[in-house]
C-alpha cells in the first residue's frame, strides 16, 4: 500500500517530531548533562508537552484538543522555575496519561465527549489548537523575556542556557507557531503551501541547533 507522505507534513507533525526527537535527545546523548545536573531534568517534561499537541492535531476531538491546549501552558510554571524538573515530568505525564484516555474513550463514541452548541463546537475546532500552540510558545517568550536577562533568579530550578543551540530552537519556535496559527485558517497562500513550510521549518529546528553544537559546541 502507497503511502502519501505529503499529507502528514503539516505544522501539528511537526511538533510532534519535535517532541519525540528532544526526548530522544535528552533520553541518549545528552543523559550525562541530567546525570552531572538534575535541573536539566524539564527536558523531559517540556518535549512531552510538544508530543500531546502533536498528537492532537491529529485527534479532532474537543477534549483531547482542549486538554492539550491546557497542558501546552505547564510551559509556564516549568520555565519560570516554579517547580522541579521531576513535578514538572510528573505533571506532563499525567497528562499524557489523560489523553490517551481521552483518546481511547472517544475512539468508538459516536458522539464527542465534549459536544456543545453548533456554534461553540465549531469554535473550539478552530481554536483549540491555536491556543495549544501558544502555550508552547511561552517557552520562547520567558526565555527571551525572562530567563535571559536575569538567568539567577530561576537557577533553583533550572541552569543556565544562554546556548548559540538553546537561542537557535526558542528563536525558530516563533515562526513555527506563526505558520502552524496560519495553517489554521489557510492551507495554501499562492504558490506557498503553508502545512510543507511549517514542516520543513521543524525539521529545520531539529537540523540548524544541532549543527549548532556541533561547529560550535554549543
Not at 535541573?39 to 486538554?67: E, M, T
Not at 543551540?165 to 503551501?193: C, D, P, W, Y
Request: hydrophobic share 55%.
Amino acid at each position: 500500500m502507497k503511502v502519501e507522505i505529503s499529507k502528514y507534513m503539516n505544522s501539528g507533525n511537526g511538533v510532534l517530531i519535535l517532541g519525540i526527537l528532544w526526548l530522544i535527545f535528552w533520553l541518549g546523548p545528552a543523559l550525562f548533562l541530567f546525570t552531572e545536573d538534575s535541573r536539566w531534568g524539564h527536558n523531559f517534561a517540556i518535549p512531552i508537552l510538544f508530543v500531546i499537541v502533536g498528537l492532537a492535531y491529529n485527534v479532532d476531538k474537543n477534549s483531547c484538543q482542549i486538554l492539550a491546549a491546557v497542558a501546552s501552558f505547564m510551559t509556564i510554571p516549568t520555565l519560570l522555575g516554579f517547580w522541579s524538573w521531576y513535578t514538572a515530568t510528573v505533571v506532563a505525564i499525567v497528562f499524557f496519561a489523560l489523553f490517551f484516555m481521552f483518546f481511547v474513550v472517544e475512539y468508538k463514541r459516536t458522539t464527542e465527549l465534549i459536544s456543545p452548541n453548533k456554534r461553540l463546537n465549531f469554535w473550539l475546532k478552530k481554536h483549540a489548537m491555536t491556543f495549544a500552540y501558544l502555550g508552547l510558545v511561552h517557552m520562547t517568550l520567558i526565555f527571551f523575556f525572562a530567563r535571559w536577562y536575569n538567568s539567577t533568579v530561576f537557577q533553583e530550578y533550572l541552569p543556565f542556557e544562554h546556548h548559540v543551540s538553546t537561542s537557535l530552537f526558542n528563536g525558530m519556535l516563533i515562526v513555527l507557531t506563526i505558520f502552524a496559527i496560519i495553517e489554521r485558517n489557510i492551507k495554501k497562500f499562492s504558490v506557498f503551501n503553508i502545512e510543507k513550510i511549517g514542516f520543513s521549518w521543524s525539521i529545520l529546528m531539529v537540523i540548524i541547533p544541532l549543527l549548532a553544537i556541533r561547529i560550535l559546541g554549543q
